[in-house]
């Protein structure tokens, strides 16, 4: 009896080892490209998240009156690898500002004026590129309640203008995945081959922070 069981066994073929092979082949094949892309979205999206909240730790802190006059600087270090993006936010307490005023001084958004000012909040993000604000000595914007001193310094000043809810702006900063060829946001409709994603965190020179992600499909930027 137990030897006709042993006879009955039967074994796994080598066609069928082949078969199974070439359907987690295919499989994979067809996964793997789409687990890439959901992971450089994911890291994009995350550093956009951390400059979002930068701005919106500069603005906050005006708005709360605990520092009248705040600048995020953008610093890009081209000679690393991956390329390293610093953002960081400093602000001038209120008797620092007066004696600026005090004295005549401009009040600008220079490193100058905030030579010693207090850092707020700093982050180093790693393989993404920011449209425009790369090298150049860097960019800068400066917030004060109301918008008074609202200021743009450096390559902040001077990026393309860009349609984001029907309005017309340059207070943005754009971020792509390292890997693409550039990171030009504002036409971005016609390099639409890769679809590597593209995140865009706009600001207002009263605080206001959006965030905004590129849509293929609709060739335009949606809010999230």
Not at 62 to 70: A, F, Q
Not at 71 to 80: A, K, Y
Not at 128 to 157: E, P, R, T, V
Request: hydrophobic share 35%.
């Amino acid at each position: 009896m137990r030897a006709q069981q042993k006879q009955n066994i039967k074994g796994i073929s080598l066609i069928e080892v082949m078969v199974v092979l070439a359907i987690v082949g295919v499989v994979a094949g067809i996964g793997f490209p789409n687990f890439t892309k959901w992971q450089v979205d994911r890291k994009v999206r995350a550093h956009s998240e951390k400059i979002a909240t930068v701005f919106t730790t500069a603005t906050t802190q005006v708005e709360r009156g605990s520092y009248p006059y705040t600048r995020v600087t953008i610093e890009t270090d081209t000679s690393t690898s991956p390329t390293e993006v610093k953002i960081t936010a400093h602000g001038i307490k209120q008797d620092a500002l007066s004696n600026l005023l005090n004295a005549g001084s401009s009040i600008d958004c220079t490193n100058t004026i905030f030579s010693s000012a207090d850092e707020l909040i700093s982050y180093n993000l790693d393989g993404i590129k920011l449209f425009h604000l790369a090298g150049g000595g860097g960019s800068a914007i400066c917030f004060s309640k109301g918008g008074k001193y609202f200021k743009q310094w450096n390559l902040a000043d001077s990026q393309q203008n860009i349609v984001l809810d029907n309005k017309t702006t340059n207070n943005y900063v754009a971020i792509c995945y390292d890997k693409e060829k550039t990171c030009d946001a504002p036409n971005k409709a016609f390099d639409a081959t890769d679809q590597l994603p593209v995140y865009l965190v706009n600001y207002s020179r009263f605080g206001m922070i959006q965030k905004f992600k590129w849509n293929y499909s609709k060739n335009d930027w949606r809010s999230r």
